[in-house]
Structure formats: structure tokens, C-alpha cells
């Protein structure tokens, strides 16, 4: 009866001691990790990672199945290495009911040892590169979350503090911005308690939104870096030294790594590509673009350089405390999720410092197609996010404010809600730059509207239609396709607005350009809408008199469809007679 006491009162499933006989030894597959089932039947992996040893273990996961196996993980090795978990079809019911909770496959990541070993994703060259780990500053890692998953949140705990250097980990913060899961509560405490560095759980006594809890984490924070993470993160080896050593150099850079892809449904580790860059659209969403031709030119001499981002992602970053706070932190009266981080962006840009990208340093994070979460706040999701942005337009976007208003009806609907006299006071201290400036300075290849820029609609002339761009297929994919005609539209209708810009590209939003891909191939080349990329394919000249619009390349004039492509515009011999050649240019007033 004693002992059976001892049993219930040691709850195997958060409790674990180091010193644990081995009962089971297991092969492990892979060379870096030892694995044993110890004498309470728990699976205990142990990493060997820059020649420290991490206690490790399997996830005390927290959904039914692992608590039924009281610990034990049947699943030995799955997910090892990044490798993907597939779910057999006759646990797809269970998979689909877990999946709902996290927007992620719960069952793929219970499955998935907290500790798992991850591929070496760097370019060859990133491994040649020292740092001098003494002469770096110390970083306070943030870790907002709220109902995370018990498995992602201590799989980031546990690649962070297996793959950085010990004196460089000053401490993780973990701050629950008011979780309703009890599994988040005691057991939570309990368990990073044992963890060979310092985590510490903040609690935030009500729902605050990322930012605020964000803001609640750096202002406990004793490193002289802050290190933000996503609760769903896996850090990969090498990833802290770029960040920190960028910071080291100058303290007013904000240095992000490569964001890499852990698939939402198999939790597979996959590299992204490197080289790209962070910016927005109209509706100032975040987007990724691809490095220009030039750029990736001129990086062949270093491909571990770190390059600037006119803008970041928003969730993994690196940014030198004092810093942080000269800059004016985080606007505090942004709620939930989403804006923060364009906000950023500009402040930190216009204000002084500069925003980077170190592609070798890799972090894998969890992307996922909805939120999982409650938005509270009037208006839901919409209103919450829209008092955001409305709040970035009107303290950042000078003229830019009014056209993100003309073409953001919810937008415009809230941006008399908002209080932002604080924030246009930072502005005004830090005397920052203009919007303009932003625009020509750091995103020279920027598709907005400028004063200096033919800013309309594209109008046929005898049929009277305008110049439409594609739809696009949702999601962060480029509307990229056809060049069609449409009826025209009211004036500040997005999809018929373009810019003609400096050097000849005729753009709109998402960065996408009028293109004649074919042009030098074929009979009757079509003129499609395709991605910006600077070539010279994409330039095109307007010649008043005539009304002709003009590919620069091949010397021929933008036409209606061709017989063999009725779908899209072409191209065709210029000729001054020709009615289907005349485009009329009509300005709309954009600000
Ligand atoms: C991206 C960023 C995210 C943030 C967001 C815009 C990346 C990889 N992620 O969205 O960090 O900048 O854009 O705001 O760049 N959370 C709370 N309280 C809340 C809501 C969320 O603590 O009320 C936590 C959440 O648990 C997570 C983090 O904030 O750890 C980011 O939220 P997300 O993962 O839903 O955001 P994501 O990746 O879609
Ligand atoms: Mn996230």
C-alpha cells in the first residue's frame, strides 16, 4: 500500500528525476540524442548539443491518449530529425477532433518528443563563421502564448535552450497572456522548474493581446537582448549567434532570423527559402517578396551577410533592450494580434535603426491558416485588427493614410475610434522621417501610389473598359495571370489602379507588373499581369500624341487580345492607325 502511495503521489507525467535509473536502453537513430524508458516507464531522450548534456524527455502530453499511457510514449523517434508524422487513416476521426484546438495537427505534434532532433539547415558557408561568444550580449528569450499547446510551447522552450550557447541565455520568459488550460497553470510552473536554465512563467491576469503580454515579458527582462519567439517555434543550430553578434555591432539594428516552415499538418521541418524580404500591400497586410536580380548579385560575394527588410514578420526577432525602449517599445493600445509589426517596422526604420535579416540563423514555425484563438473586442477579428492598422496608417503613413482609408472601407469605419496622440508625440520626439523617405529610401521597389508617379486607371479607348488585374487565388499568393479588360469601376476600385512609375514598370499591389513574358519568342506575344522582378521584359513607355503604350524591349505597343490568345492583351507592331492601340491614362486623386 506504501508504495502505492509514493505511486500516485509522483505523478509521472511532469515530475522527472535526473538521476533516474535506465531500465530500457533504446537505439537511438539518431547520433546526437541518447534515449531510454527509465524505471517509471517514462521514454527519456537526452541531447547532446555543443557538448552539453539537456535532460530531455518525452512530452508529458497532455491530451487523453498520453495521459492513458501514464507517460510512456508509444511513438519512440517520431518526428525525429524534422522528418514529417503521418497519421494512420484509422486515427484520422481523432486527428481531425484534436485539430480544431490548435489549428494545427495536435496529434501529429503530441507525438513528437518536446527535445526532437532537427537537420542542420544552414547554407555550408554559415558553418565557417565564428563569434566570439564572450564578446556578445546576453539575451532574455519572450515567449508569448496564449492556449498554446503544451507539446509546441515546450518544444520551443527546449530548442532554445539546446541549441544556444549557455552564456548567451540570460533567461525564457514565458508569458501566459491569461491561458484557460489547466494544463498551463501549476504543471507548467512545475516543469520548467527543472530545466537546466532559467524559465520563468508570467501570468497576465487578464486577456491582453500579443503586444501588451509582449510588453509585460521585456519589462521583466534581465538579458541585454530581447529575443521574441512565437509559442510554436523550433530553433535550429547556430540560430542565436547572427542575431546577437548584428546587435553586438550596432544596437540600434532589430535582427530577425530565417523563418522556416514546420508543416501544420505532419510537423515536418522544412527549409524556406532564403533570400527573401518582408513588406506589405495596400491593405497593409505583410507579405514576402524575392530579392531582385541585382541583390542576389551582389550577395553572391557573402551569402551569410545579413540583409535589410523594409519590414518584418512580426513574431521572431532580436532587438537590443535599451534600444527596445528609446524607440517606444510596442503602442500599447494595440489589442490581440496583428499591425505590431508593421508598426514596428516603420518606427524603427523612419526613427534611426534598421530592420535585417541574418540568413543564418533558422527558426521553424508553425504557420497556420486561421486563428485559433477569440478576438475580444467589439467588432470581432475585423474591428480588433482594423483599430490596429487604422492606428499604424494614422501615425506613420502621412498622405498614404488617406489612400489606405479610400481603399479600406472597415478601416476608414474605426479610424475615428482611435486615440493616437501618444504615439504621433513619439514621432515627433524621435523626429523621425517621412513616410515618403521610407518609401524611396528603404523600399525604392515599392508599388505605391507617389506624387511623382501616374497613379489611374488604364482605360481602352474606344471600348471604353479598363485594365484589370487577376483576382488571385487568396492567401499570400501574388494575383498573377491574365491582363483583361473590365467595365470600369468606381474611382479608388484597387483592381484597376496602377502605377506608372520612374523607370517604366507598370505595378500594382502585391507586387505585381504588367509583363510580356513571351515577347521575344513568340508570333503574337501576350501581355500578362506576373511579378514584379525589374527585368527589363517589364518596361513600357506611354506616348501621349499617339496614346500608344509601348514595351520598351521589343518596340511593339500594347494591343487587344490576339486572335490566338483571346484571354489576355498583347503585343503587336505599333502602328499609329490602329484604334485597338489607344489607351488613355486617366489619374485618379489617390490621397
Ligand atoms: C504573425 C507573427 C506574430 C505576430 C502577428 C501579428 C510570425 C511568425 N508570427 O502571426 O508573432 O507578430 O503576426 O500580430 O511572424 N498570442 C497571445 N495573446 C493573444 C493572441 C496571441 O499571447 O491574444 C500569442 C500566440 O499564442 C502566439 C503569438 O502571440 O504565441 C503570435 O500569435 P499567432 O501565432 O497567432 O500569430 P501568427 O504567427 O499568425
Ligand atoms: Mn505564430
Same mark, same amino acid.
Given at each position: 500500500a506504501f508504495l502505492l502511495l509514493i505511486f500516485l503521489i509522483r505523478d509521472p507525467r511532469v515530475s522527472f528525476d535526473e538521476n533516474s535509473d535506465v531500465m530500457i536502453p533504446l537505439k537511438s537513430k539518431h547520433k546526437n540524442q541518447e534515449e531510454y524508458i527509465d524505471k517509471r516507464g517514462i521514454h527519456v531522450v537526452v541531447g547532446h548539443y555543443m557538448g552539453e548534456d539537456i535532460p530531455g524527455k518525452t512530452t508529458p502530453n497532455l491530451t487523453d491518449e498520453i495521459l492513458n499511457t501514464n507517460g510512456y510514449n508509444p511513438h519512440v523517434g517520431a518526428g525525429e530529425n524534422g522528418d514529417p508524422v503521418q497519421i494512420p487513416n484509422w486515427e484520422m476521426g481523432k486527428m481531425q477532433r484534436l485539430y480544431h484546438i490548435n489549428k494545427f495537427n495536435l496529434l501529429a505534434s503530441d507525438r513528437i518528443s518536446v527535445n526532437r532532433s532537427l537537420p542542420d539547415v544552414r547554407k555550408k558557408r554559415c558553418h565557417d563563421k565564428t563569434f566570439a561568444v564572450s564578446s556578445l550580449p546576453t539575451t532574455s528569450v519572450i515567449i508569448v502564448f496564449h492556449n498554446e499547446a503544451w507539446s509546441t510551447l515546450l518544444r520551443t522552450v527546449h530548442s532554445v535552450i539546446s541549441r544556444s550557447p549557455r552564456q548567451l541565455l540570460r533567461e525564457i520568459l514565458l508569458v501566459d497572456d491569461a491561458s484557460e488550460r489547466t494544463f498551463l497553470k501549476e504543471p507548467l510552473e512545475e516543469y520548467v522548474s527543472k530545466l537546466p536554465v532559467p524559465v520563468r512563467v508570467i501570468r497576465s491576469p487578464s486577456r491582453t493581446g500579443l503586444i501588451r503580454a509582449r510588453l509585460l515579458g521585456a519589462q521583466e527582462a534581465k538579458g541585454e537582448v530581447l529575443t521574441f519567439l512565437d509559442a510554436h517555434c523550433e530553433a535550429t543550430i547556430g540560430w542565436l549567434e547572427p542575431l546577437l553578434s548584428r546587435i553586438a555591432e550596432d544596437n540600434k539594428r532589430v535582427v530577425c532570423p530565417i523563418i522556416d516552415i514546420i508543416h501544420e499538418d505532419t510537423f515536418q521541418y522544412v527549409k524556406s527559402f532564403e533570400l527573401h524580404w518582408g513588406a506589405f500591400n495596400w491593405n497593409l497586410h505583410f507579405r514576402w517578396y524575392t530579392l531582385g536580380q541585382k541583390e542576389l548579385d551582389q550577395r553572391k560575394k557573402d551569402i551569410t551577410e545579413a540583409y535589410r527588410t523594409p519590414a518584418m514578420a512580426g513574431g521572431l526577432f532580436s532587438i537590443h533592450k535599451d534600444y527596445f525602449y528609446k524607440i517606444g517599445a510596442y503602442d500599447r493600445n494595440m489589442d490581440v494580434w496583428g499591425g505590431e509589426n508593421l508598426e514596428m517596422s516603420f518606427r524603427v526604420w523612419m526613427c534611426g535603426g534598421s530592420i535585417e535579416i541574418a540568413p543564418c540563423s533558422h527558426v521553424g514555425h508553425v504557420f497556420r491558416? #486561421? #486563428?485559433?484563438y477569440t478576438f475580444p473586442g467589439e467588432g470581432g477579428v475585423g474591428g480588433v485588427l482594423y483599430r490596429n492598422l487604422a492606428r499604424v496608417a494614422l501615425v506613420w503613413l502621412d498622405d498614404w493614410a488617406e489612400f489606405y482609408f479610400k481603399i479600406n472601407a472597415e478601416a476608414a469605419k474605426v479610424r475615428n475610434d482611435v486615440v493616437v496622440k501618444d504615439r504621433v508625440m513619439l514621432r515627433d520626439r524621435l523626429s523621425c522621417h517621412t513616410f515618403e523617405w521610407y518609401l524611396q529610401n528603404i523600399w525604392p521597389e515599392n508599388f505605391f501610389p507617389a506624387k511623382d508617379r501616374f497613379v489611374g486607371k488604364i482605360r481602352h479607348d474606344s471600348l471604353g473598359k479598363c485594365l484589370q488585374r487577376p483576382m488571385g487565388k487568396g492567401g499570400s499568393n501574388q494575383p498573377t495571370g491574365t491582363a483583361v479588360l473590365r467595365e470600369c469601376v468606381y474611382e479608388v476600385y484597387p483592381s484597376q489602379i496602377f502605377v506608372f512609375s520612374k523607370k517604366g514598370y507598370i505595378m500594382t499591389d502585391e507586387s505585381v507588373c504588367l509583363d510580356a513574358p513571351d515577347a521575344e519568342s513568340a508570333k503574337n506575344p501576350q501581355v500578362r499581369i506576373m511579378a514584379c522582378n525589374e527585368y527589363e521584359r517589364q518596361k513600357w513607355t506611354y506616348k501621349e500624341d499617339t496614346k500608344q503604350v509601348q514595351h520598351k524591349q521589343t518596340g511593339w505597343c500594347l494591343d487587344l487580345p490576339s486572335k490566338s490568345n483571346p484571354d489576355t492583351l498583347s503585343l503587336s507592331m505599333c502602328d499609329t492607325y490602329s484604334t485597338s492601340q489607344r489607351w488613355n491614362f486617366e489619374h485618379v486623386d489617390w490621397a
Open positions: 491558416k #486561421s #486563428s485559433p
